[in-house]
């Protein structure tokens, strides 16, 4: 599976921005997709998911009511909206698949990842 994140970018604490994460090599549709970062000094961590109808999504307590993650099966594409960031979301974020459950999604240690995005948020 190939995974291409983007969208990040330096951004004031309070502001948004949208991630994109363009999925290739595998059946797009049958894969819950899953966004994570990773901070400097930290490890990675689970961010959000979402099944693979796009029907089902869950997300880590610290961004739940701030991002929401959808997906588009028509572009093998999954996004992250991110609003009323904050400085301590500042990280390189990354996604990846699951060909099971959206449950499977919360942890860390997949085969391998994609090139992630770095997102900046200053105070």
């Known amino acids: 599976v190939q995974l291409q994140a983007s969208g990040g970018g330096l951004v004031q604490a309070g502001g948004s921005l949208r991630l994109a994460c363009v999925v290739s090599g595998v059946i797009f549709r049958n894969r819950s997709m899953g966004w994570y970062r990773q901070a400097p000094g930290k490890q990675r961590e689970f961010v959000a998911g979402?099944?693979?109808?796009?029907?089902?999504?869950n997300y880590a307590d610290s961004v739940k009511g701030r991002f929401t993650v959808s997906r588009d099966n028509a572009k093998n594409t999954v996004y992250l909206q991110m609003n009323s960031l904050k400085p301590e979301d500042t990280a390189v974020y990354y996604c990846?698949?699951?060909?099971?459950?959206?449950?499977?999604?919360?942890?860390?240690?997949?085969?391998?990842w994609g090139q992630g995005t770095q997102i900046t948020v200053s105070s």
């Open positions: 979402i099944s693979n109808s796009g029907v089902s999504t």
């Open positions: 990846n698949s699951d060909n099971r459950n959206i449950r499977y999604l919360r942890r860390t240690d997949f085969a391998s």
